[in-house]
């Protein structure tokens, strides 16, 4: 990591119990309104004041409904004070009728909440091509306002589906000698692929920034971060990241020209990858996080695309999840990135052991590599020779579990 890098991290402080609404001025809550049998599955976020707001979306044609209302809700003002998020049914692939149910979702939810209805964004996960039941939808957006829902872990709880475990995070800094606070949610656990994926992820800051510096700053970390998970290699309908920033650190207004402009780019892309990382720790049936470091390459761009061939290669998946050290998987999958690059000059680590340098194999312990295999973690290097572009990928092995939990994901 570069200098300027660390000593910005140096000023950014990860909070222990840090969640959604650690950032001043944010409530959220979830609760069951009988989408899925037991579980929550209605969660919210709600800011006291208009946020600036931004957000990305999947890259799949098959666009659901409800991000088409969320864009449409941010392109009025760029701006936000509420997200309302069902889990357990998608609201994609539902015509006319899906549209309808989720404008009609959004104008409930900001009618409970007194605010303007595009003041609202609407989110869905779960089953693609069943409508939703929007007499329990509406019934459970009616009762956002009791108190036995509030709280941010019922809101990191109601936007799961297949994950494990819930994902909720929050850093501080100063800027402008004020406390700035960034916290986030996210789900995804399936489908998870490069540019976008079964993945939601909100994430609130009461930063003053301006709105399209905000767009910028965001669209530009995730190519960093969300962008580069995988765990399957599919891509789906309802993926989107949206950030609120509501002003209340009274900080004076963010933008590329403000002196602690990339102190707020740390933090924000801190909290980015380190949500991206959980989500592709939390892989269906996953065992272990898989991190792909890249450099040598001749671009950026080049590197990035080599990290995601090698995390995205199933025959590498399984081979981590097996504590194989078959590096010919590694080899493979960078051949045929698409890439410039000379293979005389390709070296291989597995964490801190060598396996290939300079397109040869180096003689290793095959004991010390299954043991390196073996943890919760693994890092694989790929050093090009090329040039200065470098990259880091994140992904999961691919287990058994991830067959028998997709073959039944309907029943």
Request: net charge negative; aromatic share 6%.
């Amino acid at each position: 990591m570069e200098s300027n890098q660390l000593a910005l991290q140096e000023k950014i402080y990860l909070l222990p119990n840090g969640n959604i609404t650690t950032p001043k001025g944010y409530t959220a809550g979830g609760l069951h309104c009988g989408i899925r049998k037991s579980k929550l599955d209605l969660g919210w976020v709600y800011s006291e004041v208009p946020a600036s707001a931004a957000g990305v979306y999947t890259t799949n044609l098959f666009q659901a409904a409800p991000l088409k209302v969320t864009q449409e809700s941010i392109a009025k003002e760029n701006k936000l004070q509420a997200i309302v998020c069902n889990s357990g049914i998608a609201n994609a692939c539902t015509g006319e009728q899906g549209l309808k149910d989720a404008y009609e979702m959004r104008q409930n939810f900001a009618n409970v909440l007194g605010i303007e209805e595009h003041y609202a964004a609407v989110a869905s996960t779960g089953l693609i091509g069943e409508l939703l039941p929007m007499e329990k939808i509406n019934q459970g957006i009616a009762s956002i306002n009791d108190e036995e829902n509030a709280g941010p872990a019922r809101f990191e709880t109601a936007i799961l589906t297949t994950d494990t475990k819930e994902k909720g995070m929050a850093i501080q800094f100063e800027i402008d000698g004020k406390t700035v606070s960034i916290g986030g949610a996210a789900k995804g656990s399936g489908m998870i692929h490069p540019n976008m994926a079964t993945m939601l992820s909100f994430i609130t800051t009461d930063a003053a920034v301006e709105s399209q510096s905000l767009h910028t700053a965001l669209k530009t970390i995730t190519n960093k971060s969300f962008n580069m998970i995988t765990v399957d290699g599919d891509t789906s309908t309802n993926d989107m990241v949206l950030v609120m920033a509501n002003g209340q650190a009274e900080n004076q207004p963010l933008n590329e020209s403000h002196p602690e402009w990339q102190v707020f780019i740390e933090g924000l892309g801190l909290v980015c990858e380190m949500l991206a990382k959980e989500i592709a720790r939390d892989g269906e049936g996953a065992s272990k996080l898989v991190e792909v470091q890249v450099s040598g390459a001749v671009t950026d761009e080049a590197a990035s695309a080599i990290s995601k061939s090698i995390i995205s290669s199933n025959l590498v998946k399984t081979a981590v999840h097996g504590a194989d050290a078959n590096w010919g998987r590694i080899i493979t999958a960078i051949g045929y990135s698409g890439q410039q690059l000379d293979p005389t000059k390709v070296s291989i680590g597995l964490g801190t052991i060598p396996v290939v340098e300079n397109g040869m194999p180096v003689p290793f312990s095959e004991e010390d590599a299954k043991a390196y295999l073996l943890k919760d973690t693994i890092v694989i290097y790929a050093t090009l020779g090329d040039g200065n572009g470098k990259a880091t990928a994140w992904g999961c092995d691919l287990s058994y579990d991830y067959v028998r939990i997709n073959a039944s994901y309907r029943t």
